[in-house]
């Protein structure tokens, strides 16, 4: 039989999100009751809670939307490497680039066990090298289960930017605790929002066929 995993992190009040960003709130706009025949939700979020894919426009002014960006890179076969092992920065040295041959969408798990419940100021940032290779070797997507491919106080996004170089798509925040490494099915769709330098996706895993 075939297998999914659900690797998208809960949507909800306390969701960490990125310092200084507002909450994540589902507000019920309508309630059931007399004169009212539904319950009726709106949401607020910061573009960078939960499980997103950046859109080129979070680094670059004339980056493509979420609305704008081709949808062929977030969906398809995919790698899964463990890189538990990376110090600070995942390096060119902590990828298994064996494992990479021919793939077109890699993700990686930094995590031993995904952080639900508090910002981790400490996640693993993804070294420029690292996506300049894997750009080089054809990868499309790069997703991860930290909170960005950089380091949270950087201001150059050195990994970012060789993502923009590559023209690859990034995917963060990915939940990747329960998954083997090996090769899988990815589905994690953006949203189409105009304007939107990020969207959330709900993010899977399937055996591929
Ligand atoms: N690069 C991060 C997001 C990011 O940098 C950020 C997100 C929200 C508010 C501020 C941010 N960066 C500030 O320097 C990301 O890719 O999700
Ligand atoms: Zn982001
Ligand atoms: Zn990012």
Known sequence: MSRMWDISQPLHAAVPVWPGEPPFALHRHAVIGEGCPVNVGAMVTPLHAGTHGDAPLHYANDGASSAECDLEPYIGPCVLL?????????????????????????????????????????????????????????????????????????KTLDAHHAVKAADMRILEGLVLDDVPPGRYELVALPLRIVGADASPVRAILRDLP
């Not at 060119?92 to 981790?120: K, M, Q």
């Not at 070797?137 to 949270?152: F, M, Y």
């Open 82 to 154: 463990d890189v538990r092992h990376a110090r600070g920065r995942v390096e060119v040295d902590d990828i298994d680039w064996d494992a990479v041959a021919g793939a077109e969408r890699v993700l990686l798990r930094t995590y031993e066990n995904f952080p639900h419940e508090s910002w981790d100021s400490d996640f693993t940032a993804i070294a420029s090298e690292v996506i300049a290779r894997l750009g080089a070797t054809g990868v499309r997507l790069i997703g991860t289960d930290a909170a960005s491919l950089d380091p949270e106080q950087s």
